[in-house]
């Protein structure tokens, strides 16, 4: 399906980012993954690469400007393109967990509202302007953001800036039409106990493999599909809303 594509998973040693990692190495791509992580970057690169992909690791934090342009340099200077770029890593709240709420917004530091926001908001940003050139060079390319709303008190630092990936994933999709780049936003459907939440969390709670090929084939779509949020109904991809 996508035999030779180069992806770029940003968030990609854990959770959810592995997930769509081990999605894409099936689907015969080429994996640059990107984490701050380093041991489980490893950890997981080698866990594709038992898989039969061909594989990338970069070290690399999304809120600084510097590294995530190094990382895509890297990227293009070892494969030679970047053909989708998948912006995952973010801060989640991860309350169904079990874990305690963050603060309301009355009560909450503003250095931790910065942190979220410079991290799922501003690390899109970052590596979807990095990739762009490389993109528009080649008249192609998909960059797959991802959404997710709901919940309920704490959760405005989160929410909010999964709604502004919304917006801003509209904006770069105009832009970039006539390059023939196509940008969509995904919603992975529910909230996700992965391998790091409490094992009680994960016997009541879907994991990883809930969100299925969704993000393989958001990387697929038409130009049709671009500015628009995506999820799966029915086994296949339909806009949301």
């Known amino acids: 399906m996508l035999d030779g594509k180069v992806v770029i998973i940003t968030g990609g040693a854990k959770g959810i980012g592995r997930y769509i990692a081990l999605t894409f190495a099936k689907a015969g791509a080429k994996l640059a993954l990107a984490d701050i992580d380093m041991a489980r970057l490893h950890t997981t690169g080698e866990e594709m690469r038992a898989l039969g992909a061909e594989v990338l690791t970069v070290t690399a934090d999304v809120r600084s400007e510097g590294e ?40 909450m530091e503003q250095s931790f509202w910065d942190r979220v926001m410079d991290t799922n908001l501003g690390g899109t940003f970052r590596f979807t302007k990095q990739v762009i050139p490389h993109m ?87 130009m049709e599909y671009t500015g628009k949020v995506l999820t799966m109904k029915d086994g296949a991809l339909v806009i949301e809303g």
């Open 136 to 222: 528009e060079q080649q008249r192609s390319g998909h960059i797959v953001n991802l959404y997710g709303g709901g919940g309920g008190p704490g959760a405005a630092a989160y929410v909010v800036s999964k709604e502004a990936i919304k917006t801003f994933s509209q904006f770069v999709a105009v832009e970039e039409e006539e390059f023939g780049v196509c940008v969509v936003t995904v919603n992975p459907g529910a909230a996700i106990a992965t391998e790091d939440a409490p094992e009680e969390a994960r016997q009541r709670m879907p994991g990883p493999d809930f969100v299925g090929e969704r993000f393989v084939l958001a990387a697929q779509v038409g």
């Open 68 to 107: 995530v342009k190094s990382a895509v340099d890297r990227v293009v200077q070892h494969f030679g393109r970047v053909d989708v770029l998948v912006n995952n890593a973010a801060i989640v709240p991860h309350f169904m967990w079990g874990i305690p709420r963050w603060a309301r917004v009355r009560d």
